[in-house]
């Protein structure tokens, strides 16, 4: 694992396999974000790349930027990281503090497939998939979504695609939380999918008080009761205090490296089936390169197309790895480490777990 200073602002870029052809990851901006946390997150990368079977490295890195200073750092990191991109070397996608539009200079120079960006209702393809890939995870381990309860943590436009789509299967939408708050639904069919949609477009994080049903503080998502958790607001947000607390027949993931290792044991000691984040958020990079994962080009290359082998080979992937005897996410693991193994000497030390 190798990291590389920006020279033209405070930041950094972290690439998890040294002589790989080519990495990809998230890119954050904050006052101070940490190299460790960067770390997790380019393995995580690595582990979704090898899921899919692609030789290529994670990667993520952060611009440690205030709010006055944050147009200079980025347009300093644009400028550094181009020939990075011309060559494939790193392939950033927008993390927390940065959006699409702060990097789009960039993408006349990226060599992914520009259909990942495209939009419906304000939510981009690549959001999408990671949703609808969440959802594909979690049916696929409980043989259907019928009537199951789900509670979705840190919604966001990943979110809204993942609400979407389980409702579309028969799924409750017993309940969604953003920053702004946790809105439950009353006794019934649940929140409207539709409707959660809308309220997002129209208002962003503060949706949840838009919608029919009680709106409370955030952390009260933890005490929903749900047969499906979605977590998806940042890395470690799950940590054993919490998971102590859960009452979910299973745990997915949008966001990279949600959940602790401690949080894992305790989950699994209870019974819950935990999805890996790499297999459920595998979604997009079907959308950036269709050509290599699934053989589509030209007018070939839509989005129904590629949502539809995006989630059946992310169901084909727990089906063949959630009955490990060691759990669905060390079984997930074991997946991608053996494909690893056919391009690697010694595979990477550690597995893609927060703290």
Wanted: aromatic residues 6%.
């Amino acid at each position: 694992m190798g990291m590389r200073k920006l020279s033209g602002t405070d930041g950094f870029v972290v690439v998890d396999l040294d002589g790989a052809p080519g990495s990809a990851g998230l890119m954050r901006l904050a006052p101070k974000i940490l190299p460790s946390g960067a770390r997790e997150m380019a393995r995580s990368a690595t582990y979704t790349f090898a899921s899919v079977g692609m030789q290529r490295s994670g990667a993520s890195g952060g611009i440690n930027a205030r709010p006055d200073g944050r147009d200079g750092a980025v347009e300093a990191f644009l400028a550094e990281s181009e020939p990075w991109v011309t060559a494939g070397e790193f392939l950033p996608d927008p993390g927390k503090g940065l959006t699409a539009a702060d990097l789009a200079p960039l993408q006349a120079h990226d060599p992914r497939h520009p259909i990942r960006l495209s939009t419906t209702g304000g939510i981009s393809l690549s959001e999408r998939l990671a949703g609808s890939g969440a959802v594909a995870a979690a049916s696929a381990a409980l043989d259907g979504l019928e009537g199951r309860r789900i509670v979705i943590e840190g919604c966001g436009p990943a979110g809204v695609a993942a609400a979407a789509t389980a409702a579309a299967q028969g799924a409750v939408l017993a309940g969604v939380a953003s920053e702004k708050g946790f809105c439950a639904a009353s006794d019934g069919p649940g929140l409207d999918a539709a409707a959660i949609g809308a309220a997002w477009t129209a208002h962003g994080p503060g949706f949840v008080e838009h919608l029919d049903g009680a709106c409370s503080d955030p952390g009260d998502v933890w005490g929903a009761a749900g047969d499906i958790l979605l977590v998806g607001s940042k890395m470690g947000v799950l940590d054993h205090n919490i998971a102590a607390g859960l009452n979910a027949s299973l745990v997915a993931c949008l966001h990279p490296i949600p959940f602790t290792t401690r949080a894992l044991v305790i989950l699994q000691a209870a019974g819950s089936v935990v999805l890996a984040d790499f297999v459920c958020l595998a979604g997009p990079l079907f959308a950036a390169w269709p050509a290599e994962l699934i053989g589509l080009e030209g007018d070939c290359v839509t989005a129904e197309a590629i949502e539809t082998a995006a989630t059946e080979a992310i169901a084909s992937l727990v089906r063949e790895t959630a009955g490990h005897p060691e759990g669905a996410f060390l079984g997930a693991c074991h997946h991608a480490e053996s494909f690893l193994a056919t391009w690697r000497d010694e595979l990477p030390f550690g597995r893609p777990l927060a703290a």
